[in-house]
């Protein structure tokens, strides 16, 4: 057979030798580098305070954080300082944020609520981190039966249905701020050994794990040493999206009266009593825990979405 | 297929058994009677009531009649109102649940799918940070701080709708807005994403090429694929959906079974809690079922019966 002719090969009259120079080698430059030479994690953060939401959402957040802890001290009010003769005062002047129906001061009442919320979002979240990294590491990197037996467990829990668990275990354990981080924390550890263990499954068949093993290196040092940092990325993300769903969670129980109890403030307590004060125009009372709960949702999730494009190797220049 | 549908269906049944169980052990480790706070009962009338109630049986007696009952669909009696079952509770508030939960979903994926649409359309110009800036709110937004804002703005400030119950479509709007609007922005958001991605592909700018009109392009070959990660996250919003009702019921005082879950809590009404837990329960692992089968109906390129694997 007789081979086609293609139409791309160019007739060689066409091209002309001028058209191409030798370009003369630079050695002084060939030791340099392009740019400064970044880690992993000085690249992130560079990417991450590009990004104007998330440092908003960041700054947002230490501001709260630094309230949560100062702010009870500026206000001369005590969280269950009742005042009946003073219900339901307008913001002023004495009371930054208003009254609510007995009378409590709300400017104190809302920080110790942030104190509340951080506190739940931030436990729930390194609870997670600690049993989903373990569980999720040691599935990934035994595989084979150990890791199906695992993941048959992971699945039977992934299925069951989060917040009913929750609320069942709390009609059971009473409501207190430790039985909600316990309840939260049962199944919540799921989702994190979910994505470790995809995380690990892939990094362990990597020529660095291999030479690892190949000194002799115990699994344990190279699940911390090896395999771990180079998963910090999604988990992290998973991490700061585990904070805000905690936070809702907890307002949502003590809205239906399963989480803290009043006299106690958090902001689904603040939100719950502030239900009927609110029909009579009674704004304040609702307006600042609601404001503060949506905000901080919205600074977490603002903030894990810029850490998830930051912390992507992929997106990396 | 059929393998996969079969294996699906035990793990079911398994998840299902796991929470009766579950349910079951924690009504069990809760401390004192149901009966104990009732001063006036002497200790006869509290003997007689506990056998009643099976309570005297050993608790292996007490947990394979409980687990015969589950099987027969029969929730038994309320504690509380002794003259109602929990069947009857059931019936009267799951159809009213359902309907909120049916107008909610379709609420959310449709307006949530068009936002989605839209924003991806006009990709970084001012329809897309509207929508986005719409979506991270919703999602930053509690459901029950919403229906309280709604109820004061709408209802009684300015006296457009109806603040409470359930009787006519207008009682509806706020409830569904309320329950609809963190669902939507989820969804809105992902099929933003997916757009994207999906618009960029060679199909797609082969349709073009063709000269296709632009709607018969979207509708026709992009959303298609855009819309199966909506698909896979359906699952979990039900479930948003389902327990948003617990709140939203409670605020707008709809009397369906979130808020007959909600009042058996605070009462402590324990085979109502059991019972309506129990159901919840099935009812949203077999929707989840049923979303997985869906998807492996849908979606071609996945061929679920080799699943298993990695994530």
């Known amino acids: ?317 | 297929m059929t393998r996969y549908i079969l294996k699906r269906l035990l793990m079911m049944i398994i998840t299902i058994w796991i929470i009766v169980t579950l349910t079951f052990v924690l009504m069990k480790a809760v401390p004192g009677s149901p009966f104990n706070e009732e001063r006036t009962t002497n200790e006869t009338v509290q003997a007689n009531l506990e056998a009643h109630y099976n309570l005297d049986e050993p608790y292996i007696v007490q947990y394979l009649l409980y687990l015969k009952s589950i099987v027969t669909f029969d929730f038994g009696p309320s504690i509380k109102q002794p003259t109602e079952t929990v069947n009857d509770l059931l019936g009267r508030g799951f159809p009213i649940s359902f309907e909120l939960g049916i107008v909610t979903i379709i609420v959310a994926v449709i307006s949530g799918i068009i936002l989605g649409i839209l924003a991806a359309l006009r990709h970084n110009g001012i329809i897309d940070y509207l929508a986005m800036s719409f979506a991270v709110l919703g999602i930053s937004i509690p459901n029950f701080v919403l229906a309280t804002l709604l109820i004061q703005k709408l209802a009684v400030d300015w006296n457009l709708l109806p603040p409470a119950t359930w009787s006519s479509p207008a009682h509806m709007v706020l409830p569904v807005i309320a329950l609809a609007t963190g669902p939507m922005a989820i969804i809105a958001r992902l099929t933003r994403s997916t757009m994207l991605e999906v618009l960029t592909q060679d199909y797609i700018k082969m349709a073009r090429a063709k000269g296709l009109s632009p709607w018969k392009i979207i509708f026709k070959h992009a959303l298609k694929n855009a819309l199966m990660p909506v698909v896979t996250i359906m699952g979990t919003l039900l479930a948003g959906i389902l327990t948003g009702t617990f709140v939203i019921e409670k605020i707008f005082a709809i009397p369906g079974m979130g808020r007959y879950f909600v009042e058996s809590i605070n009462q402590r009404d324990y085979p109502v809690i059991m019972g309506t837990t129990v159901f919840y329960s099935a009812f949203l692992i077999f929707m989840l079922f049923l979303v997985d089968i869906a998807y492996g109906i849908l979606d071609p390129r996945i061929k679920i019966h080799k699943k298993g694997g990695g994530e």
């Open chain 1, 1 to 317: 057979m007789k081979p086609r002719k293609t139409n791309h090969s160019p007739s060689p009259a066409a091209v002309q030798d001028d058209w191409f120079k030798w370009k003369e080698k630079d050695l002084s430059k060939a030791e340099s580098v392009a740019r400064p030479s970044l880690s992993y994690w000085q690249d992130a953060w560079k990417r991450l305070v590009k990004n104007k939401l998330a440092m908003a959402g960041l700054i947002f957040l230490v501001l709260l954080t630094v309230m949560a802890i100062i702010g009870p001290m500026l206000s001369p009010y005590k969280v269950d300082g009742n005042d009946l003769p003073n219900q339901f005062l307008p913001p002023s002047g004495d009371h930054w944020f208003g009254t609510d129906s007995l009378g409590r001061d709300v400017f104190t009442r809302t920080w110790y609520g942030a104190r509340i919320s951080l506190f739940v979002g931030l436990m729930a979240a390194l609870i997670d981190f600690f049993v989903g990294v373990v569980y999720g590491g040691i599935s990934g990197y035994k595989g084979g039966r150990t890791d199906n037996i695992m993941m048959r467990i992971v699945e039977v829990l992934y299925g069951l249905p989060y917040l009913l668990v929750v609320i069942l275990l709390l009609v059971v354990l009473g409501p207190s701020l430790t039985t909600i981080i316990i309840a939260l924390t049962v199944t919540g550890w799921v989702g994190m050994a979910r994505i470790v263990r995809g995380q690990v499954l892939q990094i362990k068949n990597y020529e660095f794990v291999l030479a690892s093993k190949s000194f002799g290196t115990k699994t344990k040092r190279i699940i911390r040493k090896n395999l771990l940092p180079n998963t910090m990325g999604p988990i992290i993300v998973q991490m700061t999206l585990t904070v805000p769903s905690a936070i809702f969670a907890e307002a949502f129980l003590s809205f239906l009266g399963l989480g803290i109890q009043s006299p106690f403030a958090s902001w689904g307590v603040m939100a719950n009593d502030a239900l009927g004060a609110i029909l009579s125009g009674y704004w304040w009372t609702l307006f600042f825990p609601a404001f503060f709960i949506s905000f901080t949702m919205f600074a977490f999730n603002v903030l894990g979405d810029g850490l998830q494009d930051a912390l992507d190797p992929k997106l990396r220049k």
